[in-house]
């Protein structure tokens, strides 16, 4: 299985609403990523998990919380967020990490009325 | 920012032409990675060179990277209608090895 799969692909929430994004892979990777990107740019890090403990957070509001539960799941819980927080959350996996290739999924696209 | 700056940032041609698009960055790097995303969609790895490589082909591809002006460039030749699609190139920082930064991004049309 080369594939890493997100869940929803699409998603409307309310401001008040609590919700969760879910990807998973099953490449035995061990390294795992949330990026977001707006239309028309490039992807921006949101999170860094290796090995299971986040090693990277950038400096993302807190509305945004993640979860590694193992090695082969990441979550993106999402509360209160502001409409501009609409765009496409992708989730990318790497077998070493670090600065080799990642595996991305075809992305949850959520709007945030 | 090490963001890379891409260019030209948008590119129409005819099929069977060939697409050249360009990426420059600002700080030293270990390798240097292009990506393709089809509207709306993941990113799909197209090609890794090197720091310690001049040139890399793979199949229709070809990727070249000058360290010296920090500079890397994406041939597509025979271009199909099916390359369309952004692409982007991708750096590490060198120092921080535990992430990834994407370039602006060059958005490729090709017309049947």
């Known amino acids: 299985d080369t594939e890493v799969t997100q869940t929803p692909k699409h998603l409307v929430m309310g401001m008040t609403n609590k919700k969760s994004l879910k990807c998973e892979q099953h490449?035995?990777?061990?390294?795992m990523y949330w990026y977001k990107q707006k239309a028309k740019k490039p992807p921006e890090l949101m999170f860094v998990y290796s090995y299971e403990k986040l090693s990277i957070n950038e400096s993302v509001p807190s509305r945004f919380s993640p979860e590694c539960p193992n090695s082969s799941l990441l979550n993106l819980h999402l509360h209160a967020l502001q409409p501009e927080d609409s765009a496409l959350y992708l989730c990318?996996?790497?077998?070493?990490?670090?600065?080799?290739?990642?595996?991305f999924g075809p992305g949850t696209r959520l709007t945030v009325l | 920012s090490q963001q890379g700056e891409e260019d030209p940032q948008a590119l129409s041609i005819q099929e069977g032409e060939n697409a050249t698009m360009n990426c420059s960055y600002k700080t030293s790097i270990n390798n240097l990675q292009w990506y393709r995303q089809n509207s709306g969609r993941g990113l799909v790895h197209l090609i890794l060179?090197?720091?310690?490589?001049r040139e890399k082909h793979s199949g229709r591809l070809r990727v070249t990277l000058d360290t010296s002006k920090k500079s890397s460039s994406l041939l597509i030749t025979a271009s199909r209608a099916a390359d369309t699609a952004s692409y982007f190139c991708a750096t590490d920082e060198g120092f921080n090895t535990d992430k990834l930064i994407f370039g602006t991004g060059t958005r490729l049309q090709v017309f049947p």
């Open positions: 490449m035995g990777h061990r390294a």
């Open positions: 060179i090197r720091s310690n490589e």
């Open positions: 990318a996996s790497s077998e070493l990490g670090g600065y080799n290739e990642q595996f």
